[in-house]
């Protein structure tokens, strides 16, 4: 992840697949050039620079369909424990802001 992918935004919206695999576009809050960083520095290593997983480290998040909800739940309680401490980003470690910021990153992320 050598350059900030400004490419993948425009305004406050993202690009994914929706079910029928065409793309939409959904309003999301957040930066999603702030959360790339966030990423970078706090995921990468595990889940890979473009979210396709690090064998024996971590799974792809590429891709991902969960909410807003559901992913703060993950990284903030490690999935109810069930991830490990090293997914706990408490509100010391990520702001609520950080936290839109990495989740609409992420959801840039498409499967391939």
């Known amino acids: 992840m050598d350059q ?11 690009r994914r697949h929706n079910d029928l695999g065409q793309f939409c576009v959904v309003a999301q809050k957040g930066d999603p050039v702030a959360g790339q960083t966030i990423y970078a520095n706090k995921c990468a290593s595990c889940h890979g620079a473009n979210g396709e997983g690090v064998e024996g480290k971590g799974k792809g998040v590429a891709g991902w369909t969960m909410t807003a909800a559901e992913f703060e739940d993950i990284l903030r309680t490690g999935g109810k424990g069930k991830l490990g401490n090293e997914h706990l980003f408490g509100p010391l ?20």
């Open 4 to 14: 900030l992918r400004s490419d993948i935004w425009c305004a406050a919206f993202v």
């Open 93 to 112: 470690q990520i702001s609520p802001s950080g936290m839109e910021n990495l989740y609409v990153f992420v959801q840039t992320l498409l499967k391939k």
